[in-house]
């Protein structure tokens, strides 16, 4: 409305240091308060609701088309503001950033035992890997304990869908915020479990699968199903399948290279190669078996 007043009075210079002093002020903000997300869920739907307004109300033929003709009425009439709208475009997307990066922060170090460690399925724990039991730390990623479970998750994940929620940030910019965090969780649980014999083990497998599941039956109670981020989990998913499938014969082995598409021929050997059997009458996976997927 301002703005919209400037430019009915056509004061070139009220404008500028409107629109100069706005952008300064939400920079100063969201620098001394890089580490918290309501601060900058709130800032990045404020800068993102202005941006939208600018090419809205600019008079511009393309945005005019969506526009009733009470709107397309409050156009404004002598400025044209293309170099702020380039500017605010341009801090949306650093706030954005910052957005992704504190909530990252938040959920990378529960993954792993979130993940991989944590008992979701009770009674699995019994049939752990031998020599392994004890085991409470994190190797690969700045070592977690093994207090968080997924329910400890899901929970951060609702906290900050709410806040983005009331904040009234796009469902569009939602959407892809949590694609890039369940990129991210796919991603480091991968990770890890490439670099750790102790998880590779059927049992993990069944525990992996069911806790993919539950993230997806969150995606889907949260109306996100459609953003892309359940997509961003097949890796992961099929590593589970592999941790599950037999290990044995050529069909098994064309059933493996058929399912793990996802996932690169040194991912799944190197799987195989970690699989540590659940308990004596499980054998390791051979080295005849891992030659033929490599062929393959």
């Known amino acids: 409305m301002c703005i919209r007043h400037a430019d009915y009075i056509n004061d070139d210079q009220k404008v500028h240091s409107l629109l100069t002093s706005t952008i300064n002020g939400i920079k100063k903000?969201?620098?001394?308060?890089?580490?918290?997300?309501?601060?900058t869920s709130f800032w990045l739907?404020?800068?993102?609701?202005?941006?939208h307004c600018l090419k809205q109300y600019s008079g511009d033929e393309g945005f005019m088309t969506s526009n009733s003709s009470k709107q397309n009425e409050h156009c404004l009439r002598n400025f044209d503001l293309t170099e702020y709208r380039q500017v605010l475009s341009d801090l949306s997307?650093?706030?954005?950033?910052?957005?992704?990066?504190?909530?990252?922060?938040?959920?990378q170090p529960m993954i792993v035992s979130a993940m991989l460690e944590n008992e979701s399925i009770q009674g699995l724990s019994g049939v752990k890997p031998t020599g392994y039991r004890k085991r409470s730390s994190s190797m690969a990623d700045g070592g977690g304990d093994n207090s968080y479970s997924l329910e400890t998750v899901i929970r951060q994940l609702n906290l900050l869908n709410s806040i983005m929620c009331e904040h009234g940030l796009d469902p569009e910019i939602i959407q892809q915020v949590f694609k890039q965090l369940f990129y991210m969780i796919n991603a480091v649980a991968l990770n890890n479990?490439?670099?750790?014999?102790?998880?590779?083990s059927w049992s993990t497998g069944m525990q992996l699968r069911y806790n993919i599941c539950q993230l997806e039956e969150w995606l889907?109670?949260?109306?996100?199903?459609?953003s892309g981020a359940a997509q961003t989990m097949e890796p992961l998913i099929q590593a589970a399948q592999l941790l599950q499938l037999k290990k044995k014969t050529q069909e098994d082995s064309e059933a493996i290279c058929s399912l793990c598409t996802a996932l690169t021929t040194q991912q799944i050997?190197?799987?195989l190669n970690l699989y540590t059997p659940v308990n004596e009458f499980e054998e390791r996976v051979t080295v005849a078996f891992i030659r033929s997927i490599q062929v393959r």
Not at 93 to 107: F, P, R
């Open 29 to 39: 903000v969201l620098k001394k308060q890089n580490d918290d997300f309501q601060m």
């Open 45 to 51: 739907s404020n800068s993102s609701r202005l941006l």
């Open 93 to 107: 997307i650093q706030i954005y950033q910052q957005l992704i990066k504190i909530a990252e922060g938040l959920l």
């Open 193 to 200: 479990l490439l670099l750790r014999k102790d998880v590779c």
């Open 220 to 226: 889907r109670g949260k109306n996100l199903h459609n």
């Open 269 to 271: 050997v190197k799987i």
